[in-house]
């Protein structure tokens, strides 16, 4: 199963946008201090930037385009300036196209200073965080804003907690299968349209596309509202991509996996993602066999045990002589068992 993955999307934002949501997202209250065109400023890099060399006079490697922090030590290395060095000194960061600055720990700018941001179009905010914090939460913000992230053709459900996702050619009935599972108890994240983002370097978050949402398309039925038609309780906004699933469609030239000691993956956006391929031909229940994929993930990921390996290793002790008879009817076999 191979993944194109050609026109991986980055996000940038609007300082604006920024504002408005981190507010929303985490406990950091950025207060503005002056007013600007927000929309005029774009953030496109995660990572943040303390200028203390900048205001020092060397800008070779000045990382403008990132949110700038002011904390004490620049906001105090600031004010022991006198007023035309200080100045002289701000104007090493405004000259630029800073996207914004954040003054933490509740520090105060100069007001000409200030004045010097707002003619430049930069916006300067406040917070009465520590500047430790400041940047570990609007890091934290940022990552998740800026994943590398692509949309998908496919079902993506939670099933005993595990993330299975579906894929295969248009009309195998994915759609069909994510629906038995919902009407089953299990809840589903996306379909037809899942977004994956990938956080970090290993992790794999789907979510629905926001025009879809919890709709579904049943051929023959039409569309079916998941969120009105079974509940809250039906649905979940994310869920971590753990296990994939191809359905296939059933060929008696192909020789399918049988035992399942071959371990499959497939990778998404760089991340390699166990996978399962399931071929379909009628009076195959498709819907309890993911389920029991699912549960097989959890005995693996949490006791290590896998089905497979260990009929392996009870047929390898038989071979090497242990009694066939223990083997195929237990130790107690001749005990006492009345009904």
Known sequence: MNFDQKGLKRRSMTVEYFIENINKSIDIKLR????????????YDRDLHRPGLALAGFTNLFTYKRVQILGNTETRFLNQLDDKTRIKAFENIVKYKVPCIILTSNNKLDPVLLDMATDAGIAVLATRNASTKTIFLITDFLVDRFSVYQQYHGSMVDVYGVGVFLVGKSGLGKSEVALDLVERGHRLVADDAVVINRKGEKVLIASRNNIIDHFMEIRGLGVVDVRAAF??????EKKVVQVVVELLEWNEGIDYERLGLDTKTTRILGVEVPLVQLPINPGKNITVIIEVVALNYLLQQHSGYVAAEALEDRIKRSIDGESMLSTRFGSNYFAKDYE
């Not at 503005?32 to 774009?42: F, G, H, I």
């Not at 509940?231 to 979940?236: D, E, N, T």
Request: aromatic share 0%; glycine share 6%; proline share 0%.
């Open 32 to 43: 503005r201090l002056n007013s600007v065109d927000e929309q005029k400023r774009r953030i």
């Open 231 to 236: 509940g809250i309780r039906a649905i979940r």
